[in-house]
């Protein structure tokens, strides 16, 4: 974690000393954002599908991975909405 | 970056949600087809997320004055996203147990990866097997892949908190640049936070709900 904050505090304060031309080159940042997540999630995909041990187990816990992934997320989006509207409401 | 207030969601987010399925499958199919040596994928994946989280922190940068304002405003709410992630990440693992016929105690196990799958899994398969570690690797993969997917549909109908919730431990790498492209780039430090204090966390409380 130590060097992505390493990253986060010299963009920042890159964008601090320079802020024009950052929030000129605003479209081209925008872009490479979106390409760099796609490759992100291409190369998460590509670990998933060559690892074969993992595949092999997915007929097997594919529906229990599935609620012990999904559920705890939907709880968790479930209890910072209904506490976020309450703030709000 | 400028970022309106209106202009803090997205207007293509269903479109952006498609991409971000398609870029995955995408790298499943090619796993399944091509046998490539994947030695050095980690390193690219490293190299990939030290240049988002840079690009985050320029647009942060750029627009420190209106964003820390905008924190200052949160900064409640910043603490008890991570609190309320976990609560409700234990609650979905219990719940998850009930329903698949898995003892609760072993579901709140699963459920405190928060998504971050390796570690997770490694210290689950030494205590309860390789059967139940390979399960927390994919329940926690599960958990990350879904909020990718997710986070632009969350962002809208939940906001950005919900959508830092969803992605667990994984707020502080992985999603942190899918919640702030769709939620504004003032959510990327709440996401920091978010995600390092559950990061910190699943080291502690794996072990300590193993023990139970």
Request: hydrophobic letters at 55%; charged letters at 10%.
């Amino acid at each position: 974690m130590g060097w992505l904050l390493l990253a986060l505090g010299a963009g920042i304060g890159l964008g601090v000393i320079l802020p024009k031309a950052v929030q000129k080159g605003e479209g081209l940042i925008r872009v490479l954002l979106g390409v760099l997540v796609a490759a992100l999630l291409f190369l998460m995909g590509l670990k998933i599908g060559s690892d074969r041990e993992v595949l092999s187990a997915l007929p097997s816990l594919g529906i229990k991975s599935l609620a012990m992934g999904g559920l705890p997320l939907i709880c968790s989006v479930l209890l910072v909405w209904l506490y976020t509207r309450r703030r709000k409401g | 970056m400028q970022c309106a207030p209106g202009m803090a969601v997205y207007p293509q987010e269903e479109r952006l949600m498609l991409w971000l399925a398609l870029a995955l499958l995408a790298g499943v199919g090619t796993g399944l087809l091509l046998h490539l040596d994947l030695a050095r994928a980690d390193i690219y994946v490293r190299a990939a997320l030290l240049a988002l989280v840079f690009l985050i922190g320029l647009g942060l940068g750029s627009d420190w004055k209106r964003i820390m304002g905008i924190l200052r405003r949160q900064g409640f709410e910043m603490m008890m996203t991570p609190l309320l992630t976990v609560a409700g990440s234990l609650i979905g693992g219990v719940l998850a147990g009930l329903l698949t016929g898995i003892a609760w105690r072993t579901g709140l196990v699963l459920a405190s990866g928060f998504g971050w799958y390796t570690l997770s899994a490694v210290i689950v398969g030494e205590e309860l097997g390789a059967r139940m570690g390979t399960l927390a690797f994919l329940a926690n993969i599960v958990r990350e892949v879904l909020a990718i997917v997710c986070i632009p549909w969350i962002v809208r109908r939940a906001g950005g908190a919900a959508a830092t919730a969803s992605a667990g431990a994984t707020a502080v790498d992985v999603c942190m640049p899918v919640i702030t492209r769709s939620a504004g780039p003032e959510w990327a430090v709440p996401a920091f936070i978010s995600g390092g204090v559950l990061s910190l966390l699943v080291p502690v409380l794996v072990p300590a709900l193993l023990s139970i």
